[in-house]
């Protein structure tokens, strides 16, 4: 059973810290996409990674995929409270794209 | 357009009553999903369908039924309600792909007493 394991699982931080999520499996995807989620709302992208040491940039959000593309990381800078909701990471495992394997989220709250 | 649409938003069952949530979905996508996302937790595939006609199950599929017809429609039925099926439902679609993008309904919070 693949599986995506997420760290931390929580984190309180204070407006303009800068924070990093990580995403880690011990299986090869073919891609890994990060969600946001607000409370009483369904998930949205915000990227998808595709190659392995691929770095992609989002405003204030940097997402980098692993070379061995077995682990990803979403690095914030200057966090804004705005930023504050639950963070997904999702994989297609190689050779099967019809089910995204999931992390179980990292929740963040940044306070002003 | 309207993207992913659940119905209803809320609802309580007591035990053992029955209910369908139902999800459709206009972007003419493939695949559709069910999850049940519990407090704190992340997702747990509950069904998916590849097409209309193909059904699968997910991890948690015990006490769940499902139906698709049609490309859009895809039901989520409840035979016998628990209280273990507390939980907020989404329904998601997606195109055919390994790197397409997941568009979620806004979730339907069931619960059971």
């Known amino acids: 059973t693949q599986l995506l394991e997420q760290s931390p699982q929580f984190l309180s931080i204070q407006e303009g810290e800068n924070l990093t999520v990580y995403c880690n499996s011990s299986?090869?995807?073919?891609?890994l996409q990060w969600y946001r989620q607000e409370p009483g709302e369904g998930p949205v992208l915000l990227v998808t990674?595709?190659?392995g040491g691929e770095v992609k940039k989002l405003k204030r959000l940097t997402f980098q995929f692993g070379d061995a593309r077995k682990d990803s990381s979403l690095h914030i800078t200057a966090a804004q409270p705005g930023d504050t909701g639950l963070y997904l990471c999702?994989?297609?495992?190689?050779?099967?794209?019809?089910?995204?394997?999931w992390g179980l989220g990292t929740s963040l709250a940044v306070n002003p | 357009n309207a993207g992913v649409t659940q119905t209803p938003k809320f609802r309580i069952l007591k035990i053992g009553q029955s209910m369908t949530l139902q999800c459709t979905q206009d972007?003419?996508?493939?695949?559709m999903y069910w999850y049940r996302q519990d407090p704190g937790m992340g997702l747990k595939l509950i069904y998916y369908?590849?097409?209309?006609?193909?059904?699968d199950k997910g991890e948690v599929p015990n006490g769940y039924n499902v139906s698709r017809s049609t490309t859009e429609d895809f039901p989520l039925r409840l035979e016998l309600a628990a209280p273990s099926q507390t939980s907020v439902y989404f329904c998601?679609?997606?195109?055919?792909?390994?790197?397409?993008?997941?568009?979620f309904g806004q979730g339907t919070r069931l619960t059971v007493v």
């Open positions: 299986s090869v995807f073919s891609s």
């Open positions: 972007m003419n996508h493939n695949y």
């Open positions: 369908s590849v097409g209309a006609g193909i059904t």
């Open positions: 990674v595709v190659t």
């Open positions: 998601a679609s997606k195109l055919t792909g390994v790197n397409t993008e997941a568009f």
């Open positions: 999702a994989g297609a495992a190689a050779g099967n794209n019809r089910k995204l394997i």
